[in-house]
């Protein structure tokens, strides 16, 4: 059995509910008594590939239907370009690497060999 795709492209805001909605359908549906066939890819072979993309399509409006107002903002884009701690894109200035400015912490050199006497 080859891959195949779920769809040609999933959204970033739609990943975490595809995933979720994958997982419960699993769960719900998957064979947990045989463990040799305890694999996702026993579902989709006996569903065939159409209903199973069907079936996750159905359950990741439902997933996103449940969500608590917290789930919805973690499931959000970021509002900043730029999250803290990822380097700037290129051409952008950038104080020192990962965003550190001078004096944010201990500097360390390393140290040279020294040659050691038997």
Known sequence: MSAELLEPFTPE???LPTMLAIIRLFDRYGNRKVL??????FLVKKWGIAA???AVREERRLV???ASGEDLKAWARPQSPNPPGFPHPRG???PSPRGL???AGPTFTPRSRQASTP
């Open 13 to 15: 805001e739609d990943l």
């Open 36 to 41: 040799t066939q305890a694999r996702l890819k």
């Open 52 to 54: 199973f993309r069907e």
């Open 64 to 66: 996103k239907l449940t």
């Open 92 to 94: 952008s200035p950038s």
């Open 101 to 103: 400015t001078s004096g």
